[in-house]
T-cell receptor, first 114, second 110 residues
Framework: AQSVTQLDSHVSVSEGTPVLLRCNYS??????LFWYVQHPNKGLQLLLK??????LVKGINGFEAEFKKSETSFHLTKPSAHMSDAAEYFC????????????FGQGTELSVKP | DGGITQSPKYLFRKEGQNVTLSCEQN?????MYWYRQDPGQGLRLIYY???????QKGDIAEGYSVSREKKESFPLTVTSAQKNPTAFYLC?????????FGQGTRLTVV
């Protein structure tokens, strides 16, 4: 079965320190992978996406993610957290063989302390 | 500006009533989706439509209905059969591999 797992439901960092949000997927096929961010009571905004080009993907607001096929991972990182990064983050997988259906992880809530 | 518009932003429903959530897009996308979001559960797919006049059930379709009479519109009706409708509902449209989301409707049963 194809699935996506976000390993942490909540991550807390101090402002200015690195951010790591972890995501693993399970699939027999090559997926497209995405990270979305959601601020309270808002829709989802695309941070970055991987679609079989470069394995290190750079996104908006200083975020980046690395696709590691051997580890079936797509972890999201940022060198220095900002207070405005506090939000919920979703790792999302799309499989071509399922008509492009999006499968969402459970979400990771990021808190940033001053 | 192109995008997806959901209305209303907040909606209150009495038990036993049907309510309809609006989703309109001007992105000219063929595919549209409805998701339900509950705390700690991510987003779950309710219904999706890949083309006008056609739609399929997602993972949690019971108690919901949709129509797709126009490319730009994909309304969701929450029927009285949905036992626990209080949630945040998100509409999305998709082109290629990228999905675009509306700002959501928060439905509360009172």
């Amino acid at each position: 079965a194809q699935s996506v797992t976000q390993l942490d439901s909540h991550v807390s960092v101090s402002e200015g320190t690195p951010v790591l949000l972890r995501c693993n997927y399970s699939s027999s096929y090559s997926p497209s992978l995405f990270w979305y961010v959601q601020h309270p009571n808002k829709g989802l905004q695309l941070l970055l996406k991987y679609t079989s080009a470069a394995t290190l993907v750079k996104g908006i607001n200083g975020f980046e993610a690395e696709f590691k096929k051997s580890e079936t991972s797509f972890h999201l990182t940022k060198p220095s957290a900002h207070m405005s990064d506090a939000a919920e983050y979703f790792c999302v997988v799309s499989f071509y063989n399922q008509g492009g259906k999006l499968i969402f992880g459970q979400g990771t809530e990021l808190s940033v302390k001053p | 500006d192109g995008g997806i518009t959901q209305s209303p932003k907040y909606l209150f429903r009495k038990e036993g009533q049907n309510v309809t959530l609006s989703c309109e897009q001007n992105l000219n996308h063929d595919a549209m989706y409805w998701y339900r979001q509950d705390p700690g559960q991510g987003l779950r797919l309710i219904y999706y439509s890949q083309i006008v006049n056609d739609f399929q059930k997602g993972d949690i379709a019971e108690g919901y209905s949709v129509s797709r009479e126009k490319k730009e519109s994909f309304p969701l009706t929450v029927t009285s059969a949905q036992k626990n409708p209080t949630a945040f509902y998100l509409c999305a449209s998709k082109v290629g591999t990228e999905a675009f989301f509306g700002q959501g409707t928060r439905l509360t049963v009172v």
